[in-house]
């Protein structure tokens, strides 16, 4: 049973949303593009294991998806969580194509394609931090009992996969997607005594659940780009042709030619998304959509459900938890 599902990640939306609005030509698009790709491709990587996860049966396994917990002052998240009566699984997802050359004496990841070479963080040692910090949440909420296993697994079937020095223990915590039902059933082998009864196996579901916390980045600081830099506007909801025209009061797509009445909705959304921003006043909406009429925009944000301060001077519309 999945009791968390797996979403778009938050800064794929930002990412997305703040290319949109960037000029063609502005420096940092080739920047913001690369980086884009790189956690499209981890997202579909991820979205990939899903076919292999749903063999496992539903009534003996509970997963949750991209779950991100804090133990003391740590925050840490986890692709994929398995829960097993008899065990909990932690699986890493590595979206990359190449050569994997797992090095363990420098504790990093070298993806080889022809020549060239290139370092990520070493993901057994990511994970193997994951479980001792899953162990510490466990023993806070009352569920020290119950072990833990993690997995690598590679979701690109052409990746070949290498270690250095080569250790059969540590090897055999990285697979292929394709042999995680396989890999699965071995550590039902493995882990023999029950250790969480329904009741218990629900409790810890929920409460993982509702202790999972969203981060998100204020990716316009990390780029070093300002509201001035975007273009202003709001996107046409069918082609997403950008920006859209206001006219007789409506909004208008000049490419598919369709008539919007709350296309500045999802607008509204992408400032909070780029901003990070608590709260939007009147004439930063305004500056925002390129709009010139304070009570056009007072409409908007009246009507758009988000609350407001008291204050009639200084209001602030406040961004929804
Ligand atoms: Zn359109």
């Not at 884009?36 to 396994?61: C, N, T, V």
């Not at 994929?80 to 979206?95: A, C, D, G, Q, Y």
Request: aromatic residues 8%.
């Amino acid at each position: 049973m999945i009791i968390k599902e797996r979403t778009k990640p938050v800064v794929l939306l930002q990412l997305e949303a703040l290319l949109r609005r960037l000029p063609g030509n502005h420096r940092k698009r080739p920047l913001i593009e690369a980086d884009l790709a790189r956690y499209a491709a981890g997202y579909s990587g991820e979205k990939s294991i899903d076919y292999h996860l749903s063999f496992l049966p539903e009534k003996e396994f509970t997963i949750l998806h991209d779950l991100r917990l804090s133990s003391g002052s740590h925050s840490f998240q986890m692709d994929t969580l398995i829960l097993h009566p008899n065990f909990i699984l932690i699986l890493e997802v590595k979206n990359i194509t190449g050569t994997l050359i797992f090095d363990q004496n420098f504790h990093q990841l070298i993806r080889k394609i022809g020549d060239k070479e290139e370092a990520f963080p070493d993901p057994l040692l990511q994970a193997s931090r994951h479980k001792k910090q899953l162990q510490q949440w466990l023993a806070a909420n009352r569920f020290e009992e119950i072990p833990i296993e993690y997995l690598i697994v590679v979701s690109s079937p052409a990746t070949i996969i290498k270690m250095i020095p080569f250790n059969q223990s540590l090897y055999k915590r990285i697979i292929h997607s394709n042999t995680i039902y396989d890999r699965v059933n071995e550590l039902i082998e493995k882990h023999k005594i029950l250790l969480l009864k329904p009741p218990g196996l629900k409790k810890l579901s929920r409460l993982l659940d509702k202790n999972h916390t969203v981060l998100t980045k204020p990716i316009m600081d990390q780029y070093g780009i300002l509201l001035t830099d975007l273009i202003p506007g709001t996107a046409c909801p069918k082609c997403l042709a950008f920006p859209m025209d206001r006219v007789q009061g409506h909004w208008f797509c000049k490419k598919c030619s369709i008539k919007s009445k709350n296309a500045h909705l999802s607008a509204l959304e992408e400032y909070f998304l780029l901003t990070n921003a608590p709260s939007i006043s009147n004439k930063e909406f305004r500056f925002f959509l390129n709009i010139s009429s304070t009570s056009i925009t007072t409409r908007f944000l009246l009507d758009s459900g988000l609350s407001h301060n008291s204050s009639r001077k200084n209001r602030v519309y406040l961004r929804k938890k």
